[in-house]
């Protein structure tokens, strides 16, 4: 049996991995700034987290939601605490696809309405309303099309009052991204999201903040919406917060009722998942992993903004993005030349998405990296 072609691959079988680093099985170490898209939080491997898993193993694996998981309970009270959100309400899964899926349905539900405004760029996930919400044609299969999405461009707030004023008493909810990233590191600026917040207001619709891969503190804030000072009623999020074991969820402010058999699941919560979100948590908090997120993530953006080649570098915390307009083959330089792991999105934009503990000694290997590789080429400006 084959496995079905879903990436184009790099050629790096990853063996280990601690920190900041990984390891191929030929005993090659990368500096990994990408963290398999957004997710390895609090590093590879690290020490609390492992234990935390293991010792939870030898407890219990799994049983099902049909019992009291009292590390359910200690995650919802421990991600309050870290997050601020105390008065909200969570629900588990397994993805971030799921986490907006579910937050999407749980709209429709409370609102009993169907339609929903997503943005252009933005990118929910692969499910059958989370991909319908994402503005990619090519990934969206026909029994997922809909006319239940309306897409607006991102950042337009022109666009969006009008759209209020002539859909808004239809509207089941708004969703965006407060950073975009599969779109290339985009902000949404404050005026955008208190402008949604304003019209969800005004029409009863439900204002989702997808912090699948801006949340976390990967902005420096918990949840980058909140740098804009508003507050969703819905916060998605995954990515980072199993540090790469399964799990995504959503909190649900207060005014939005639970009523049984509107959302499920087997696997989500389960105890190695919420052992392994605890786990993130805690060192987020003990570590001081918000502050250095943004004060890491300062100096990263400072750094190649010294560089001329790059352009338009952008972003908050340790998400971060730029162009690369005129060097094309800068991603497949940094990976096979100086074994360095980024990400990128469409238009030669390169993205960073490193472990929120990252040290500054470690940026200054992708800095020396760059001077490395522009030292042979004519200085552009």
Same mark, same amino acid.
């Given at each position: 049996?084959?496995?079905?072609?879903?990436?184009?691959?790099?050629?790096?079988?990853?063996?280990?991995?601690?920190?900041?680093? &990984?390891?191929?099985? %030929?005993?090659?170490?990368? =500096?990994?700034?990408?963290?398999?898209? #957004? @997710? +390895?939080?609090? *590093?590879?491997?690290?020490?609390?987290?492992?234990?935390?898993?293991?010792?939870?193993?030898?407890?219990?694996?799994?049983?099902?939601?049909?019992?009291?998981?009292?590390?359910?309970?200690?995650?919802?009270?421990?991600?309050?605490?870290?997050?601020?959100?105390?008065?909200?309400?969570?629900?588990?899964?397994?993805?971030?696809?799921?986490?907006?899926?579910?937050?999407?349905?749980?709209?429709?539900?409370?609102?009993?309405?169907?339609?929903?405004?997503?943005?252009?760029?933005?990118?929910?996930?692969?499910?059958?309303?989370?991909?319908?919400?994402?503005?990619?044609?090519?990934?969206?299969?026909?029994?997922?099309?809909?006319?239940?999405?309306?897409?607006?461009?991102?950042?337009? &707030?022109?666009?969006? %009052?009008?759209?209020?004023? =002539?859909?808004?008493?239809?509207?089941? #909810? @708004? +969703?965006?991204? *407060?950073?975009?990233?599969?779109?290339?590191?985009?902000?949404?600026?404050?005026?955008?999201?208190?402008?949604?917040?304003?019209?969800?207001?005004?029409?009863?619709?439900?204002?989702?903040?997808?912090?699948?891969?801006?949340?976390?503190?990967?902005?420096?804030?918990?949840?980058?919406?909140?740098?804009?000072?508003?507050?969703?009623?819905?916060?998605?999020?995954?990515?980072?917060?199993?540090?790469?074991?399964?799990?995504?969820?959503?909190?649900?402010?207060?005014?939005?009722?639970?009523?049984?058999?509107?959302?499920?699941?087997?696997?989500?919560?389960?105890?190695?998942?919420?052992?392994?979100?605890?786990?993130?948590?805690?060192?987020?908090?003990?570590?001081?992993?918000?502050?250095?997120?943004?004060?890491?993530?300062?100096l990263i953006r400072e750094q190649l903004s010294a560089f001329a080649q790059l352009k338009n570098v952008r972003g908050k915390g340790l998400m971060i993005g730029?162009?690369?307009?005129?060097?094309?083959?800068?991603?497949?330089?940094?990976?096979?030349?100086?074994?360095?792991?980024?990400?990128?999105?469409?238009?030669?934009?390169?993205?960073?998405?490193?472990?929120?503990?990252?040290?500054?000694?470690?940026?200054?290997?992708?800095?020396?990296?760059?001077?490395?590789?522009?030292?042979?080429?004519?200085?552009?400006?």
């Open positions: 049996m084959n496995l079905f072609d879903v990436y184009p691959l790099n050629p790096v079988a990853i063996d280990r991995a601690r920190g900041s680093f &990984v390891w191929d099985d %030929e005993g090659t170490r990368y =500096l990994d700034l990408y963290g398999g898209h #957004a @997710v +390895i939080s609090i *590093g590879h491997t690290h020490p609390h987290y492992v234990d935390r898993i293991q010792r939870q193993l030898n407890k219990l694996g799994f049983y099902s939601n049909s019992v009291i998981i009292p590390l359910q309970e200690e995650l919802a009270q421990l991600l309050g605490e870290v997050s601020g959100k105390t008065a909200y309400q969570l629900f588990l899964c397994n993805s971030g696809a799921e986490a907006n899926e579910n937050a999407i349905k749980l709209a429709s539900f409370h609102t009993r309405r169907r339609k929903v405004l997503a943005f252009r760029s933005g990118f929910h996930g692969r499910t059958s309303l989370a991909v319908a919400a994402t503005d990619n044609p090519a990934i969206v299969a026909p029994v997922n099309e809909t006319d239940a999405i309306s897409f607006l461009p991102f950042n337009d &707030v022109a666009a969006l %009052e009008v759209w209020f004023g =002539l859909h808004g008493d239809s509207c089941a #909810a @708004v +969703i965006t991204e *407060g950073i975009q990233g599969v779109g290339g590191i985009r902000e949404a600026s404050a005026e955008f999201l208190t402008a949604i917040r304003k019209g969800c207001n005004q029409h009863g619709a439900v204002f989702i903040a997808d912090s699948v891969q801006c949340g976390y503190g990967r902005s420096g804030s918990f949840f980058s919406h909140d740098q804009a000072g508003v507050e969703a009623d819905i916060y998605t999020m995954a990515k980072g917060m199993g540090n790469g074991f399964p799990i995504g969820g959503i909190i649900v402010a207060p005014h939005i009722r639970p009523k049984h058999g509107m959302l499920g699941t087997t696997f989500g919560g389960n105890p190695l998942a919420c052992a392994a979100a605890i786990a993130v948590l805690e060192v987020i908090r003990d570590e001081n992993l918000l502050q250095n997120a943004a004060t890491v993530g300062n730029f162009d690369t307009p005129e060097h094309p083959e800068l991603r497949r330089q940094l990976l096979q030349e100086h074994h360095i792991f980024t990400g990128e999105a469409k238009g030669n934009v390169v993205r960073l998405l490193p472990a929120l503990n990252i040290k500054p000694t470690e940026v200054s290997m992708l800095t020396g990296a760059l001077t490395s590789i522009f030292e042979k080429v004519p200085k552009l400006s």
